[in-house]
């Protein structure tokens, strides 16, 4: 009898330390979107700022124009879609498709960026116009903070992913609704 309740016990205290340490990697994860989602905000901030100051160029026409409009409306629904993608993922940063969405996001931006800059350095025959150079610059330290801060989000997810999927503490991971998460 004595037995029984020992081994209950034992089953019990388990029980908990695995599901505190099972939160405990969820929330970490967590807390390392939240340092990610700054670095988004940062970079979102950083192009509202860009277009703002941004001047239409008053002695460029045609095709030329056209083309440069079209590179900033691009950058412009990208950086939308990645607001409207890093809103949903905040609400579930572990949800595997509103990661992805997130990430995806992030690399159309990231693209859209791009041909901006190209197309800037084609209209002034090969270099990046000096107005855009300061731009490029704080986007450049921009992505490098987003990329560390991607990285320790991604290391936190590997680890709860690990814990999650670990036999003991995938049953209590089952019967508490606990899902693997998505890496960015």
Request: neutral net charge.
């Amino acid at each position: 009898m004595w037995t029984t309740w020992i081994l209950l016990a034992l089953l019990l205290f388990w029980a908990v330390g695995a599901y505190n340490r099972l939160i405990r990697l969820r929330s970490a994860a967590m807390q390392a979107f939240g340092a990610l989602d700054a670095h988004m905000l940062r970079w979102m901030a950083l192009l509202g700022e860009y277009e703002a100051s941004r001047a239409a160029p008053a002695d460029t026409e045609g095709a030329q124009s056209a083309v440069h409009d079209d590179a900033h409306a691009a950058l412009w629904a990208a950086a939308t879609q990645l607001s409207a993608s890093l809103a949903v993922a905040r609400a579930r940063p572990l949800d595997a498709d509103a990661a992805a969405a997130l990430s995806a996001a992030a690399q159309v931006l990231d693209t859209a960026w791009q041909t901006v800059v190209r197309e800037a350095a084609q209209t002034s025959e090969g270099v990046a116009p000096p107005a855009l150079a300061p731009w490029v610059q704080r986007r450049e330290q921009v992505a490098l903070q987003s990329d560390a801060a991607r990285r320790q989000f991604n290391d936190a997810v590997l680890l709860y992913n690990h814990a999650v999927t670990q036999f003991p503490a995938s049953l209590l991971a089952w019967l508490f609704g606990l899902k693997k998460g998505r890496t960015l």
